[in-house]
T-cell receptor, first 113, second 115 residues
Framework: GESVGLHLPTLSVQEGDNSIINCAYS??????FIWYKQESGKGPQFIID?????DKRQGQRVTVLLNKTVKHLSLQIAATQPGDSAVYFC????????????FGQGTELSVKP | DTEVTQTPKHLVMGMTNKKSLKCEQH?????MYWYKQKAKKPPELMFV???????INESVPSRFSPECPNSSLLNLHLHALQPEDSALYLC??????????????FGEGSWLTVV
């Protein structure tokens, strides 16, 4: 079936380094993508989104890149901090499936001080 | 902080009990959702309400019964659950009634344990 997947299940980085979390998707109907951060014991927190008419979008310390040619999405976190430690999920919203969000499997980011 | 509020935060219930999870949002959103999340797994969609009407039911067992009393409230009624139903239940909302192309905001979840 169609799915959103992540290339790495875990990622460990040194504090201050940049982090890159990758995501592959396969649904050609997806035109909206969201990255969520989920800390232990909490609900998913919206980080940044991007629509299919864009290749790049920047937020505060975060950048999302979308490559529609190869159906690839990435989240870049600049100057990673201990508070960034969490599980990161990418999610896609296919235009033909109403309100359905399809989540990737998640990447656990661990930041070493 | 999320503007989607869920109660209770923790619930322990027996397999013969009837309980309810509640969700509230005051962002004027017209789509509301229930997701189920097991440990170390992504959230799985259960139900979508669009303009207070059930628009998506992901083949959820009838022991889970959703209800949308108004555009701000969403309930999930629980009856005769099984231990494998123990999970984090997440409520979410989005502005667009069809839920398409709009940011979906999640609550902090209700941790359910079935004994």
């Amino acid at each position: 079936g169609e799915s959103v997947g992540l290339h790495l299940p875990t990622l460990s980085v040194q504090e201050g380094d940049n982090s890159i979390i990758n995501c592959a998707y396969s649904n050609s109907a997806s035109d909206y993508f969201i990255w969520y951060k989920q800390e232990s014991g909490k609900g998913p927190q919206f980080i940044i989104d991007i629509r299919s008419n864009m290749d790049k979008r920047q937020g505060q310390r975060v950048t999302v890149l979308l490559n529609k040619t190869v159906k690839h999405l990435s989240l870049q976190i600049a100057a990673t901090q201990p508070g960034d430690s969490a599980v990161y999920f990418c999610a896609e919203n296919p235009w033909d499936q109403g309100g359905k969000l399809i989540f990737g499997q998640g990447t656990e980011l661990s930041v070493k001080p | 902080d999320t503007e989607v509020t869920q109660t209770p935060k923790h619930l322990v219930m027996g397999m013969t009990n009837k309980k309810s999870l509640k969700c509230e949002q005051h962002m004027g959103h017209r789509a509301m959702y229930w997701y189920k999340q097991k440990a170390k797994k992504p959230p799985e969609l259960m139900f979508v309400y669009s303009y207070e009407k059930l628009s998506i039911n992901e083949s959820v067992p009838s022991r889970f019964s959703p209800e949308c009393p108004n555009s701000s409230l969403l309930n999930l009624h629980l009856h005769a659950l099984q231990p494998e139903d123990s999970a984090l239940y997440l409520c979410a909302s989005s502005q667009d009634g069809q839920g398409r192309g709009n940011t979906i905001y999640f609550g902090e979840g209700s941790w359910l344990t079935v004994v």
